[in-house]
């Protein structure tokens, strides 16, 4: 057992000793995620590390099962994710564009963490009423920024016939205009 581990440990049962179990366990899970920062990444790659290292990142073994220390490619930060999850940061890129992120849980009894990349475009749909679930759709191509450049078409609702069709020729799209636009390192410059 770490030094980290056992000050969270101690952490915690002093938490709970005091009445609140469920408030010990949730600042436990905090600590180390406060205490992160930028060189500390997940050795738990979505794509390969050679796809990371290929945009500049570099990794440094530092004996640790869940994360390296790292070096991000000039001009890249993170970024906290300003939603229901306290445990995930966007790494975003020089032009200060969200090119992916990372998500590392540091409590002692859950310790795990990943990292993603992102594509520059992706197939999506959006309801034609925002405010109404049960509207028709639009099967659109959209942009990192979240600009729409391609609409499919519109159909009732996703996962049937009719919008698997669409979502082909979404695909259709992009594979004629950004030919391998599945390869998260390409049309970010």
């Known amino acids: 057992m770490s030094y980290n581990s056992q000050l969270e440990g101690m952490l915690t049962l002093d938490i709970a ?7 010990g366990f949730k600042t436990v899970q905090n600590v180390d995620s406060n205490r992160r920062n930028s060189t ?24 640790d099962s869940v994360l390296f220390e790292a070096t991000l490619p000039e001009g890249w930060s993170t970024q906290k994710v300003h939603d229901l999850s306290i445990l995930r940061e966007y790494l ?3 032009k200060g564009r969200v090119r992916g992120y990372y998500y ?9 963490g990943n990292m993603r ?14 405010d109404n679930f049960d509207s028709p759709i639009n099967v659109v191509v959209k942009d990192t920024d979240g600009s729409i450049i391609f609409n499919a078409g519109q159909c009732k609702e996703p996962c049937s016939d ?21 390869d998260v ?5």
């Open 162 to 182: 009719e919008y698997d069709e669409l979502v082909v020729k979404a695909k259709e799209y992009l594979n004629y205009n950004y030919p391998g636009w599945e």
């Open 104 to 112: 590392y849980n540091g409590s002692f009894y859950d310790r795990h």
């Open 185 to 189: 390192t390409k049309y970010w410059d």
């Open 40 to 63: 500390r990444l997940p050795r738990d790659m979505r794509q390969s590390q050679a796809v990371f290292e290929a945009l500049g990142f570099t990794f440094t073994d530092i004996g």
């Open 17 to 23: 000793m005091n009445g609140n179990v469920s408030e």
């Open 92 to 94: 975003v890129d020089n």
């Open 117 to 130: 990349l992102s594509n520059r475009y992706n197939v999506t749909y959006q309801h034609t009423a925002y």
